[in-house]
């Protein structure tokens, strides 16, 4: 079956790095999409960002916008998330998604249109 495995959560210091990864295992597809969520407590999951099947990464949240990069290890079914100059606002649940025959080149998928969740990775940005 298909799975979906975040890690590389932890505690971080303000100003700090971290870098996710994703797992997709399970599939073979021509055409998907990969998302980035979090989740802060009492708030609703919030989109960060995601890999489309053409390589193309799209529509960054304005909250991270030059501080978040995501990229993909085609040989190794994982993508990344990398996190730079972390807030104490950043501190979430962060969540990978999948989204299988998802042709759309440009738009990444909305939340309730993935297919498959993974169990999320707590990150924590305080001194």
């Known amino acids: 079956q298909l799975q979906v495995v975040e890690s590389g959560g932890g505690l971080v210091q303000p100003g700090g790095s971290l870098r996710l990864s994703c797992a997709v295992s399970?599939?073979?597809?021509?055409?998907?999409?990969i998302g980035w969520f979090r989740q802060a407590p009492g708030k609703e999951r919030e989109g960060i960002s995601c890999?489309?099947?053409?390589?193309?990464?799209?529509n960054y949240a304005d909250s991270v916008k030059g501080r978040f990069t995501i990229s993909r290890d085609n040989a190794k079914n994982t993508v990344y998330l990398q996190m730079n100059s972390l807030k104490s606002e950043d501190t979430a649940v962060y969540y990978c998604?999948?989204?299988?025959?998802?042709?759309?080149?440009?738009?990444?998928?909305?939340?309730?249109?993935?297919?498959?969740w993974g169990q999320g990775t707590q990150v924590t940005v305080s001194s």
């Open positions: 998604a999948f989204r299988r025959s998802y042709a759309y080149a440009t738009y990444c998928p909305m939340l309730n249109v993935y297919d498959y």
């Open positions: 399970g599939f073979t597809s021509d055409y998907y999409a």
């Open positions: 890999y489309l099947n053409n390589g193309r990464t799209t």
